[in-house]
């Protein structure tokens, strides 16, 4: 009998994606030698390049992003088995890492409500999770934020930011996103979750939204920063 590729999707793998070394723990599908190899972000630098192509002026408290995006690297690897690979497992594991690394940035004054960037309705149906929603929700099992999922809606289906311009995925997102009920976020501390950030346009676009529903301070929190 064929045991075709499919039904193989199904199995965790029992050795790391990057060495092959078997695995202690099935949470990710990567060893913890590998997961420290992946470079850490400065926070002022992610920060900066935030700042840097914020024309509008959109009021952003903080920026905090775990890791370096890693071209053909173990970051991308996992990436993709959590964007394309239907392992949502995956988005909860790599947010708690997350959730350490923001206790540790925000010592003090941890955002009181944690706000996934939203995917359009069609393109949720199509991967059946938000990876972002599922990043928040490891975050949350570490810093006491509440989830909200329906104040940030993504009005329309941008298409892939895959090869434009900086100006064209600028304008690919403008105003791509609204807001329900504001009053649930009025004056709030706000951290705003997203996968990758490469140029920042659409976290940038959705910090818009938020701000002018009345958001209080906007923090951001990626789990990675394409370096240019
Ligand atoms: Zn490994």
């Not at 499919?6 to 050795?15: C, E, G, M, Q, T």
């Not at 010592?107 to 393109?123: A, D």
């Given at each position: 009998m064929r045991i075709s590729s499919?039904?193989?999707?199904?199995?965790?793998?029992?050795?790391c994606i990057t060495c092959s070394s078997p695995l202690q723990t099935h949470q990710l599908p990567v060893c913890p030698v590998c997961l420290n190899t992946i470079e850490k972000v400065d926070p002022k630098e992610a920060e900066n390049h935030l700042e840097q192509i914020n024309s509008s002026q959109i009021p952003i408290h903080s920026v905090y992003t775990h890791w370096y995006f890693d071209h053909a690297g173990t970051l991308q690897n996992l990436h993709q088995y959590l964007k394309y690979g239907n392992r949502p497992s995956y988005g909860i594991a790599l947010g708690t890492l997350m959730g350490h690394g923001l206790k540790a940035y925000y010592?003090?004054?941890?955002?009181?409500?944690?706000?996934?960037?939203?995917?359009?309705?069609?393109?949720?149906l199509q991967r059946g999770y938000n990876q972002s929603t599922l990043l928040a929700k490891g975050i949350a099992e570490v810093?006491?934020?509440?989830?909200?999922?329906d104040v940030l809606v993504r009005k329309r289906s941008t298409r892939s930011q895959t090869g434009?311009?900086?100006?064209?995925?600028?304008?690919?997102?403008?105003?791509?996103?609204?807001?329900?009920k504001p009053e649930r976020i009025t004056k709030k501390h706000i951290l705003l979750i997203d996968d990758v950030m490469t140029t920042g346009a659409t976290i940038l676009s959705a910090a818009k939204a938020l701000h002018e529903a009345g958001a209080g301070p906007i923090n951001v929190a990626t789990l990675a920063f394409t370096r240019r």
């Open positions: 499919h039904f193989l999707d199904f199995f965790i793998p029992v050795r010592p003090s004054s941890v955002p009181e409500l944690l706000i996934p960037i939203p995917l359009h309705r069609r393109r949720l810093i006491e934020g509440s989830l909200i999922e434009l311009t900086h100006e064209e995925r600028q304008q690919n997102v403008a105003a791509a996103f609204s807001t329900k």
